[in-house]
Every structure is written in C-alpha cells, then in structure tokens.
C-alpha cells in the first residue's frame, strides 16, 4: 500500500485530532504517503483532498474537533454520489480509506467498500458511546467530563440558592453521558433513554431529601428520554420546588480533550493504518478489555450496544 486517505465525519469528537495525527505519522514512518480529506464524505465527493506530512499534524493532538472538519453528506448516500467519490480515490492513487467517526460514518464506510473494494477501516469517533464492538469511543470520556465539570459548577449556584436543577446533556438515542457523568457528579435522579422513568418516584425522592435537611438537588437528564424543560416544570407542579433547568447542548463536544481520549485516539489511529499494512479491509478499530482490536464493521450493524445499566442502579442507592 502506497497512499492512505483520512477523513473524519458526523458529529466532531474531542481526540479526532489525536486520530488523524497517528494516522498520518504512522503511515509516514511505513513509507505510506497520506491524504487529507476535507469535511469527509463531501469533500471525498467534491475532490477536496490534500497531501499531508509530518508538519501538518504537528501542535494539533491537544486540540479539538478535527482540523479535517467534517460534514454530514447525504449525496454519498446515493449510487452516483459513492460513484463521484470512487473516481476521486482512483485520481489521487488512493489506496486505502480511514474513517473516523459514528455509526452512520461506518455505515457508509461499509457500503462503499462494498461496492468498490477500496479497503476501509473504521475509527470510532463519537461522544455518545454507542458504538458496538469497542468499550469505549474517541470523545466520550472529553463529554463526560465535560458535563461533570458544569455539574460542579452549577452545584454552587443550586447551594447557594436551595434550588434543583435539572441539567439536560447530549444522547438522543444512548444515555451513556448521562448515566456516566450523572454517577460521577453526585446526581439524584438520572434519565435515559435505556430505561422509563416515574416522574412521582423522581419528586418522592427529591421530597425525601428536603426533609432530611438537603439544601439542593441534581438531575441529570439525556435528550432523548426527556426534554429538560418538560421535566422540570412537571417537578415544580407536583413539588413547588424552585426548579432551574440547564441545557448544556454543543458545549459537552467541544474543549480539549482528555489525556485518555489522546492516547487511545492515538492507539486507534495507530491501529487503522496497521491493519491496511495487513491488507485486512472492511474492519472497525476498538478497545475491549483494554486491548485495541480489529473486528467486522458488519457486526457493528447486526448488533446494539448495551449500556451497564448496574452503573444506574448504583447511582440510584448512592443518592439515597
């Protein structure tokens, strides 16, 4: 394999950066050239590529998003569209693809490997966690701990003032920022999408609090169980708590990313261009027991991840 393209795709991710570096650089120490493409598969579309070196990845690993950007590109899902960038690989000598993204990245990533046989593989990068196959995904302990750091600071305001605040995070379909970061910054109450919810037990817990002389409370809701707003106004009407609701929205995607999410980026990356050396092709890079592993993007598709919901029954006898 002579040439290696990269493109990072769907929702930004704390660590891409990280990713796209090792990419780069361990293809470089193989002899491999690399090229960039820009705002994934619409710039793989729209020939928007270039040749990367060393110096272009350098000072990024500390960073944010992705210095490829990325973009959502429905054109790719149709024929003419994976045509147009198929003709694209050939005109750059592209010899093989690495993906870096979420599940809907992959599952075109799969698709046009298909139908093409350019070989592909997968990165995981997404801060909801859901991806099958890997423990965990290039963001989502940057998320968590961004969450947890607004939860700290949103807990003066709630002592201060003996108010509940209701604090919505990402996770339309996967409440893993929720459970994770709820546990992890002391929430009463979580909710996810995972499990249904009773608002009465919710406001029992939160009056049985009052009485034992508690000064403020925390919940901790994923959008996709519940709208924040929703929640606490049904809180307030059946408690006549003072209730604050906080949506965090894009500010759990952005900053900088953790040292755990540089370093397994790193490893993933790593990874990618390792199992292309091989001529392995249509994988998902991942980490299961703290092994990185290579495994079928097709399983990722013929199976759902599943949240330790053990963590939630934790949380719920932790804030007794």
Partial sequence: MKRIGVLTSGGDAPGMNSAIRAVVRKSIYNGIEVIGINRGYSGFIEGDMWPMSLGSV?????????????????????????????????????EGLVVIGGDGSFKGALEFYKEYKL????????????IYGTDYTIGFDTAVNNVVDAINKIRDTATSHE????????????????LMAGLAGGAESIIIPEVPFDINEICEKLMRGVKRGKLHSMIVVAEGAASGLEIGRKIKEITGADTKVTILGHIQRGGIPTAFDRMFAARLGAKAVDLLIAGE???AVGIRKEEIVGYDLQEIF???????????????????
Avoid: W
């Fill in 58 to 94: 350098a000072d990024i690993i500390h960073r944010g998003g992705t210095i490829l950007h990325t973009a959502r590109s429905k054109e790719f899902m149709t024929k003419e569209g994976k045509a147009k960038a198929y003709e694209n690989a050939k005109r750059f000598g592209i």
């Fill in 302 to 320: 013929e199976n759902k991840k599943q949240l330790d919901l053990g963590v939630l029954e934790l949380a719920n006898i932790l804030s007794i």
């Fill in 119 to 130: 070989p592909v593989i997968g990165v995981p990068g997404t801060i909801d966690n859901d």
């Fill in 163 to 178: 108010r509940t605040f209701i604090i919505e995070v990402m996770g339309r379909d996967c409440g893993a920022i929720a």
């Fill in 281 to 283: 092709a249509g994988k």
